[in-house]
């Protein structure tokens, strides 16, 4: 439903930016307060906690959009979708890297801009309540319990080293996302400079560990896990 749904736009573009409040209040939706850069961005994020954040990725100023958004997901669980001028492969897949709930090119289609918003929002809401539940099944043997932040194979529990245990749950914070290397690596190793390699070695054990085939490897991108049942 679209009434209530509460969305911080950051465009620093005046005039794009008081066309689109109009047009989305048209559709229903509050506009809290528009952002015009990054610093505002995430004041407003934190005072207001949106339904939805609608980014532009090319601010202007010392961070882009991309950036922003990584600063505010160390805070908040929000989701964003991304405004760009651009659709060539290196915006979107920088943008990607931030696991944003959709995409908005300019010139808008406002219909389209609509639909994106809606999607994204129950998406969200979709993952929320999933990830909310005390027990996801991951597969036929596997289920993995939030309360205690334990894998189960068949009722048994699966015993990790620190670093995979660290590595599972992080990646069962971002269920049914892909988490790219870079993000897992600044979370296992607390910012230090590790190649992927080393990454790819702490995988490749906790796969050893699995027997079924649960965490999947996104080409080039990073790693996923998906559920299969929320109990």
């Known amino acids: 439903m679209v009434r209530n749904r509460s969305i ?3 465009e620093d573009d005046s005039i794009i930016a008081a066309d689109l409040s109009y047009c989305l209040e048209e559709f229903g939706y509050k506009i809290v307060e528009v952002a015009s850069n990054a610093d505002d961005a995430v004041l407003y994020v934190k005072k207001y906690k949106p339904d939805l954040v609608l980014m532009d990725i090319c601010l202007e ?3 882009d959009g991309t950036e922003v958004v990584e600063i505010i997901q160390k805070k908040l669980t929000t989701p964003v979708v991304y405004l760009t001028s651009h659709s060539d492969e290196e915006t979107l897949l920088k943008a990607s890297s931030t696991n944003p ?3 908005v090119i300019k010139p808008f289609d406002l219909n389209q801009l609509n639909s994106t918003i809606l999607v994204a929002i129950s998406k969200f809401e979709e993952q929320k309540n999933l990830t909310s539940g005390k027990i996801v099944q991951l597969s036929a043997n596997y289920r993995y319990d939030y309360t205690d932040e334990v894998l189960y194979y068949l009722g ?13 749950d992080y990646m069962m ?12 690596i600044k979370n296992i190793w607390l910012n230090q400079d590790i190649p992927t390699s080393t990454l790819r ?5 906790v796969r050893d560990k699995l027997h079924d085939n649960i965490i999947e490897n996104i080409s080039s991108k990073g790693y996923r896990i998906q559920a299969s049942i929320n109990l």
């Open 8 to 10: 911080l736009l950051v």
């Open 61 to 63: 100023g010392s961070k």
């Open 101 to 103: 709930f959709g995409y």
């Open 156 to 168: 048994e529990k699966v015993n990790f080293t620190t670093k995979e245990k660290r590595f599972f």
């Open 173 to 184: 914070k971002n269920l049914n996302k892909t988490v790219c290397y870079e993000k897992i």
């Open 201 to 205: 070695s702490l995988v490749r054990r």
